[in-house]
């Protein structure tokens, strides 16, 4: 397998995104961006515009994958600010300090997404660690996660959340646990203690 090679989704990859995302039945990452019953109210059509404007904005609200010059892959990693629905009072991955949620440095790796036929190929672990460099970069001082520990297959689609695994492999401690199968995980960025 060539090796996949990551950049930060900036308008000018616009296509790429769009390419990418043509087959994702309507969601074009929206799900924890928009109340629930706003986006439910909308039509992919819709949320391919909201997510449009929002990469146009800028800063780049996650990461794209290539083979080749194959855009294959996605995770959303941002401010959990951008992610009203991930900090949702009743959602699993709600943060643990309520303060968080409007916290520029407190960041979320909510959302990854591969093209049907390269699921299963391990894309996650770079795709993962493109997410933490750039967060970094952009001056997290931590990251979480909220990832499903069990699916049936690898090429499950549940795991839009991602695997427990990667982000275990990546040194992702479990900080809390709402729900059996759904820890809330974070890696704590420049050698701060959790």
Request: proline fraction near 7%; hydrophobic fraction near 40%.
């Amino acid at each position: 397998m060539e090796e996949i090679q990551t950049w930060p989704l900036t308008p000018d990859r616009w296509t790429d995104f769009e390419t990418l995302f043509g087959a994702c039945y309507g969601c074009w990452c929206t799900s924890f961006r928009l109340p629930a019953a706003e986006r439910a109210a909308m039509d992919g059509a819709t949320r391919k515009q909201v997510i449009k404007k929002r990469i146009a904005a800028g800063p780049p609200p996650g990461i794209l994958g290539y083979i080749g010059e194959r855009p294959v892959a996605w995770v959303q990693v941002c401010p959990r600010a951008e992610l009203p629905r991930w900090n949702a009072q009743r959602s699993v991955s709600r943060p643990l300090d309520p303060a968080d949620a409007d916290d520029l440095s407190v960041w979320a790796i909510s959302c990854f997404f591969m093209k049907a036929s390269e699921r299963g190929r391990g894309l996650s672990h770079p795709m993962l660690s493109a997410a933490v460099r750039y967060a970094a970069a952009s001056g997290a001082r931590c990251v979480e996660a909220c990832p499903i520990e069990r699916t049936k297959q690898s090429k499950s689609v549940g795991l839009y959340v991602g695997s427990a695994r990667i982000f275990e492999a990546a040194r992702f401690t479990e900080v809390a646990k709402r729900k059996d199968g759904r820890p809330l995980m974070r890696l704590v960025l420049g050698g701060e203690s959790q």
